[in-house]
């Protein structure tokens, strides 16, 4: 199966799952919350990579152990043979089923399926990049990090093929000289506290759009007090206004939407006419 992103995002706006889809007994950055997801209809999963003290690479966000594990630890520091014994536990602290997911056993359940963003990558660019390579899946993969030149010429001298996007706050100031490099630069996670952002303006959002560029907004909350998509929202939908939260992010015009209620999302923009884009 051929993915190409700039092809999918022509048919339909695409649904990005933040960690997949957890909820009760299932946590977050799991093989049953990812499989959820895709049930749910969601096109890329959102997946956050670690690295284990002796090189193994699993599905974790770091510094989230007390949360999720609800221990004293940090998995970074550990060796795999001990984080793979780590359980998560649901929303009331009680201990799952759920063990860490190893990431290579992640790729291989998932090649051919979706679209995957592979968060927290510039932390192990090397390792992470290889195992891709190794399971035969880099037109599935997506990954972003804030404006580096340092991440640019890693880009450039070593996987130039691999889609990228920067992650942006109110302005781009970078657009000409990445679309000058040999980067697959495919698109700009826009993220913005205000209406009137330059990254949230229909000139700028079409001027790029021109440029083959796609356009990645959140509707997920992962801190309230770090505004990302000018208050329309996950939650501001679900308790408010589908309209005043998925909606405006429609009609803003972005391509991806990541969110942690892709099912409800989807239906929504199906229900409105703004789903599909053919």
Not at 39 to 51: F, I, P, R, W, Y
Request: aromatic residues 10%; charged residues 25%; hydrophobic residues 40%.
């Amino acid at each position: 199966m051929k993915f190409d992103l700039r092809e999918s995002a022509k048919d339909h706006v695409l649904i990005v799952a933040h960690r997949g889809v957890s909820g009760g007994n299932i946590p977050c950055n799991t093989m049953a919350a990812y499989e959820i997801a895709l049930k749910q209809g969601a096109d890329m999963l959102e997946v956050d990579v670690s690295c284990s003290l002796d090189g193994k690479l699993f599905l974790f966000h770091p510094l989230m152990e007390h949360a999720h594990l609800n221990k004293p630890v940090l998995l970074g520091l550990m060796p795999y043979a001990w984080v793979k014994r780590m359980h998560y536990v649901n929303q009331d602290n009680c201990r799952t089923p759920y063990a860490i997911c190893d990431f290579d056993a992640f790729l291989e359940t998932f090649k051919d399926r979706c679209y995957i963003n592979i968060d927290k990558f510039w932390s192990n660019p090397q390792k992470i990049y290889d195992a891709v390579v190794r399971h035969g899946m880099i037109d599935q993969i997506l990954v972003k990090s804030k404006p580096s030149l340092k991440v640019y010429r890693w880009l450039e001298e070593v996987a130039p093929e691999l889609a990228y996007m920067p992650m942006v706050r109110e302005r781009h100031e970078g657009h000409a000289s990445l679309l000058k490099r040999n980067i697959n630069y495919v698109g700009v996670e826009a993220l913005f506290s205000r209406e009137d952002a330059e990254v949230a303006d229909p000139t700028w959002i079409e001027a790029v759009r021109k440029d083959n560029i796609l356009l990645w907004g959140n509707t997920i909350v992962y801190n309230m007090r770090d505004c990302i998509s000018a208050g329309h929202n996950d939650d501001i939908a679900l308790t408010r206004s589908e309209d005043a939260g998925w909606g405006w992010m429609a009609d803003r015009g972005f391509d991806l939407i990541q969110t942690d209620w892709p099912m409800m999302l989807i239906d929504y923009l199906k229900r409105t006419g703004r789903y599909a884009k053919r």
